[in-house]
Structures are given as C-alpha cells and as structure tokens.
C-alpha cells in the first residue's frame, strides 16, 4: 500500500515558478515509478511527466517540456515537480500517481495506468 500527499501548489504569475512535492509513505516507494498528472475544470486528467524508480529515465508531456523538471529523493520518499515559466493554461488540479513499474511512454501516459494517487493539489498561474 502506498499513500501519496501532494503539497506546493499555490498562485503564481505568469513566467513564475513553483515546485510541487509529492511525500509517499510506505516501503515500496523507491520501487515505484512516480508520475505527476494535472486536471483542469471540465477536463480529462492529463499527463505531466514520469520518472522511474532510480530517476535515471524521465519522459515528459509535449506542453511541459522544457519547462517543467521531474526528479526524486528515495532517501526522503518524496517526488519533485519544479515547474518554470509557468503560463495560464498550466493552472489544474496537479496529482502524483504511483506504479509498480516502467513501461512504454504510451502507457505511462495514461492514468489507469497507476494504482495510486494523491489527493491532489491546486496550481493557479495569473496571466
């Protein structure tokens, strides 16, 4: 079983940065592959960014790339999502999802692809 917080959401003007925490709890953490999903009102859950359990490979969404940075700390069972340049279409509920291992890109672009999430936190981007 493993339990994901999400945290580090907030406002922030356009062209700002923020850097979203996920802490996981449980033994497995440093086995999981992490991803960092977002929502926005009236839309489907999207795909953000992937990273593997020994952050070594990292796949990320066309919209982030370049300007978002996923990483992790197995020491502190915590994934990182520092996001830059932020813009207004960025704003979405950001989620953390957890699997039990690395898979093709297309799969870990999918959300039923992960048997944990958070609950999730709110990401405002001002223009």
């Known amino acids: 079983q493993v339990q994901l917080v999400e945290s580090g959401g907030g406002l922030v003007q356009a062209g700002g940065s923020l850097r979203l925490s996920c802490a996981a709890s449980g033994r497995t953490f440093s086995s999981r592959v992490m991803g960092w999903f977002r929502q926005a009102p009236g839309k489907e859950r999207e795909f953000v960014a992937v990273i593997s359990w020994s952050g070594n490979n990292t796949y990320y969404a066309d919209s982030v790339q370049g300007r978002f940075a996923i990483s992790r700390d197995n020491a502190k069972n915590t994934v990182y999502l520092q996001m830059n340049s932020l813009k207004p279409e960025d704003k979405a509920v950001y989620y953390c999802?957890?699997?039990?291992?690395?898979?093709?890109?297309?799969?870990?672009?999918?959300?039923?692809?992960?048997?944990?999430w958070g609950q999730g936190t709110q990401v405002t981007v001002s223009s």
């Open positions: 999802a957890a699997r039990a291992g690395w898979s093709e890109t297309m799969t870990l672009s999918r959300p039923t692809a992960y048997d944990y």
